[in-house]
């Protein structure tokens, strides 16, 4: 069974920093490429960042560039969003996604989902 946990959301201050951890199990996670969505209250879910299999490309929405890190860890089945100078419309649900072979930023494309984890930015 395909497990993917989130963990490390919290309620920070504008401008601080949080890692995302997300823990990826029942998969050979090397065949994955990985990504993080985020949705906020009242919002769609969006495309936040991926990385490719190997790690080799990512890719990020125009508004997190600079900012946020995705990276991964293949000998630890596990992938990370460094986020950085936090804003308050970073505030959502963030959700990391795995999907067989290709990177992809639309959420339909997604083959396995977390539950997610909140980040909660403070003004």
């Known amino acids: 069974q395909v497990q993917l946990v989130e963990s490390g959301g919290e309620l920070v201050q504008a401008g601080d920093s949080l890692r995302l951890s997300c823990a990826a199990s029942?998969?050979?996670?090397?065949?994955?490429?990985m990504g993080w969505f985020r949705q906020a209250p009242g919002k769609e879910r969006e495309f936040v960042a991926a990385?490719?299999?190997?790690?080799?490309?990512?890719l990020y929405t125009d508004s997190v560039k600079g900012r946020f890190t995705i990276s991964r860890d293949n000998a630890k089945n596990t992938v990370y969003l460094q986020m950085n100078n936090l804003k308050p419309e970073d505030t959502a649900v963030y959700y990391c996604?795995?999907?067989?072979?290709?990177?992809?930023?639309?959420?339909?494309?997604?083959?396995?989902w977390g539950k997610g984890t909140l980040v909660t930015v403070s003004s």
């Open positions: 996604g795995a999907r067989l072979w290709t990177v992809v930023t639309a959420g339909n494309d997604i083959h396995y």
């Open positions: 029942g998969l050979t996670f090397s065949y994955f490429a």
């Open positions: 990385i490719s299999r190997d790690g080799g490309s990512t």
